[in-house]
């Protein structure tokens, strides 16, 4: 498994008042954010495949953006984006796939068609996965989030081992920094523990947590309680 012996130096991030860095130079850019976890998606594969030096990070100031980043980067002017080959693609879960696909590293996503199917269903149920979760921050949360949870919990045991597919693989990079913000969150505001009754959720998060190339990308716990009070309680 993939380790880093030296802790990866962060680059500032980028905001309104920073210059562009060269377009299409033949760097391959990672445009990012420290806090967002759909960037951290692709920052952990990144990371995992041992991308360092092939793939350069390009943090934004999601607060106080660059114009030249919507203007002449990525018009959608969201994070994640890639640069590689002369052009900029999106969107998380398409990079994480592209990533795995077009670099060197280990393979994030297994020959096997069964499990492949079901790696593909699982990719796209994060989204419902998200939602039911933000939602229930208005309802009876602990039954309406215990619902996307059981579902992770039934998903863990298709394949023997302790990841979605047995082996780690993207699927696990794709889900674990929601599941990461969202474990804090929901302990500290609704002493809800979502590993309760679920030992295959616990064993997967303890798992992850001994993957450097996580680890590293992690999001301060207190950031994510404060950032999410004030989003989706108006506190």
Request: glycine share 4%.
């Amino acid at each position: 498994m993939p380790t880093s012996s030296v802790k990866e130096v962060l680059p500032s991030p980028l905001d309104s008042t920073s210059q562009q860095p060269p377009l299409f130079d033949g760097t391959t850019r990672l445009y990012t954010n420290y806090q967002c976890p759909f960037a951290q998606r692709v920052w952990i594969t990144r990371n995992y495949k041992g991308l360092q030096d092939k793939i350069k990070l390009v943090p934004i100031d999601l607060a106080n953006r660059p114009a030249w980043y919507k203007e002449k980067v990525y018009p959608e002017n969201k994070v994640p984006s890639l640069e590689h080959d002369n052009k900029i693609i999106g969107e998380s879960l398409d990079l994480v796939k592209y990533v795995d696909a077009h670099f060197e590293g280990p393979s994030l996503l297994p020959d096997d068609p069964a499990k492949r199917e079901f790696a593909e269903d699982l990719l796209t149920y994060t989204n419902t996965f998200n939602g039911t979760v933000f939602s229930s921050f208005k309802g009876d949360t602990v039954k309406e989030a215990g619902v996307a949870f059981d579902y992770l919990e039934s998903a863990l045991q298709k394949f023997e081992g302790p990841f979605f597919l047995g082996e780690v693989s993207l699927v696990d990079f794709a889900y674990i920094p929601f599941v990461e913000r969202l474990q804090v969150f929901l302990k500290e505001v609704f002493k809800y523990d979502i590993t309760s009754g679920r030992p295959k959720l616990a064993t997967w998060i303890e798992e992850l947590n001994k993957i450097d190339a996580y680890v590293e990308t992690k999001c301060d716990p207190d950031y994510v309680v404060q950032m999410y009070k004030k989003r989706f309680l108006g506190e």
